[in-house]
């Protein structure tokens, strides 16, 4: 069993009037980040995705597993076969499967099967979570708390593309295997979810919506 090894914390402490001063910052910063469904197709430079990418790589992970897989698309052929194949997806959703009160929830979002910025963004980033690694002879590696681990550095990456500038929208369609087959994924990975990320168009408009107040979303005890 390998034996831990430390080093000194990375910490800067700030004062009360200096934390309150970030902490209101950050929320009004994070408060104007919006799902976004009309992008343009300006070029974002990849040296910006890639520390965005970075950022969510830090995130913390059951064990230090680091359990995800970031697959980054720009490829005007390959963002084509995504699309087809998730408005496929969509479709079988919206005329078939959704439940109508499913439907009902999401008629005030204006969502539905045609899924164009998928093509139209400059980026589409795959997340996959890995269920077990491989080491280098092939054997597998325990993995925990995967959904977890992941739904943070999903977190992390969607707030710095935010902070950064960029506009995204987090896409699942379901089910999402075909991801794993156009962009040749391993076995053991599975879909988790698709980032659509780039600058907003210009008459990009987003529907009317409110968050839940604090008092109804938090206890303190």
């Not at 300006?42 to 059951?62: F, H, K, M, Q, Y």
């Not at 005030?108 to 795959?126: H, N, R, S, V």
């Not at 993995?143 to 550095?153: F, R, W």
Request: glycine share 4%; charged share 25%; proline share 10%.
């Amino acid at each position: 069993m390998a034996q831990p090894q430390f080093v000194p914390l990375d910490f800067t402490e700030y004062p009360v009037e200096e934390m309150a001063r970030r902490a209101a910052e950050f929320y009004a910063e994070m408060r104007r980040r919006r799902s976004v469904r009309h992008f343009s197709d300006r070029p974002v430079p990849r040296t910006i995705i890639e520390d965005c990418l970075r950022a969510a790589n830090s995130a913390p992970s059951g064990a230090n597993k680091q359990p995800w897989h970031f697959v980054v698309v720009s490829d005007a052929e390959t963002k084509r076969r995504i699309r087809i194949a998730a408005e496929a997806e969509e479709r079988a959703f919206y005329e078939q499967r959704a439940p109508q009160e499913w439907l009902d929830d999401l008629a005030p979002l204006g969502t539905g099967p045609d899924k164009p910025f998928l093509e139209t963004a400059p980026y589409l980033i795959a997340i996959f979570a890995q269920r077990y690694g491989l080491r280098p002879d092939g054997s597998k590696e325990q993995h925990y708390y995967v959904q977890e681990s992941v739904g943070i550095a999903t977190g992390m990456l969607i707030a710095a593309l935010h902070h950064a500038g960029l506009a995204m929208l987090t896409h699942t369609p379901s089910p999402m295997s075909c991801l794993s087959e156009i962009l040749g994924r391993p076995q053991n990975e599975r879909p988790y979810l698709l980032l659509v990320v780039g600058y907003p168009a210009p008459e990009a408009t987003v529907p009317a919506l409110s968050k839940k107040p604090l008092e109804e979303v938090t206890t303190f005890v």
